[in-house]
């Protein structure tokens, strides 16, 4: 492709209905600072004191990131997110794109929303925590996906 039709093709996504289908995840980063660390009462073992959080979008929110810093204005998001806190990060992240989130399902039993939690220790990152390996999609929030 030339320079040319490259500027054309981005230049007319700006103003394009576009719409992002796909499973959406939540990255979380957690990044540890043993300095006030303690031990726990109940397990006596050291606790790992978050000293900061961070949240992005992750897997088909990324693709809507990305369409976001090309400027695309017209951007409606069809998916499926948990009742639990990391569904919510997710859906502010996404209001805050001000994109159309009237696509999103919330299904309320059976679904974690697909998250990714990154601990870090002196910038080092230990063993990923994963949510929502074990989501069933039901037949409810699939008509209803299928109806939008």
């Given amino acids: 492709m030339n320079k040319q039709l490259i ?3 981005l230049f007319n ?3 394009a209905k ?3 289908v796909g499973d ?3 990255d979380v980063y957690w990044f540890l600072n043993e300095i006030s660390s303690e031990k726990s009462l109940e397990t006596d073992l050291p606790t790992w004191p978050i000293a900061e959080q961070e949240y992005s979008l992750g897997g088909a929110g990324n693709v809507v990131n990305n369409l976001h810093a090309l400027g695309c204005e017209n951007i409606h998001v ?3 997110v948990g009742t639990d806190p990391w569904g919510q990060k997710l859906m ?3 209001y805050k ?6 696509g999103m399902v919330i299904q309320e039993q059976g679904w974690a929303t697909p998250s990714y939690v990154k601990p870090y220790k002196n910038k080092n990152e230990l063993n990923r ?3 929502g390996n074990f989501n069933k999609l039901d037949t409810e929030t699939l008509n209803c996906l299928l109806s939008l």
């Fill in 7 to 9: 500027e054309k093709i």
């Fill in 92 to 94: 502010q992240n996404l």
């Fill in 78 to 80: 069809y998916g499926v």
């Fill in 129 to 131: 925590i994963d949510f």
């Fill in 24 to 26: 959406f995840c939540l």
């Fill in 13 to 15: 996504a700006k103003t």
């Fill in 18 to 20: 576009i719409a992002v």
């Fill in 97 to 102: 794109l001000n994109v159309n989130c009237e």
